[in-house]
């Protein structure tokens, strides 16, 4: 387990990917591996990302409501160990 900021070239990047991805394929592969995003001061959505499997992640809106989304391998590099 590993946690911290991501190097804002990084951070550029994946929020790049999670805002211009495709609707979440079928999938039933569980993953094991997953990573959170939050903003630092505390305000916007969370996203849950699959780091393995599926690669699918989750928007939670800050003000309610959520997004499946569909991630990929460039992704999941973005968001492994800092």
Same mark, same amino acid.
């Given at each position: ?22 609707? /979440? %394929? ?8 997953? +990573?959170? &995003?939050?903003? @630092?001061? !505390? ?18 809106? /800050? %003000? ?8 990929? +391998?460039? &992704?999941?590099? @973005?968001? !492994?160990p800092?």
């Amino acid at each position: 387990m590993y946690g911290g900021p991501l190097p804002p070239e990084r951070q550029a990047k994946a929020l790049r990917a999670l805002t211009t991805t495709r609707p /979440a %394929a079928d999938c039933a592969t569980p993953a094991s591996r997953f +990573a959170v &995003l939050r903003s @630092l001061n !505390g305000g916007g959505p969370e996203w849950y990302v699959e780091l393995d499997a599926c690669r699918r992640f989750l928007v939670v809106a /800050a %003000a309610g409501g959520t997004q499946l989304g569909q991630g990929d +391998a460039a &992704l999941a590099a @973005l968001l !492994g160990p800092i």
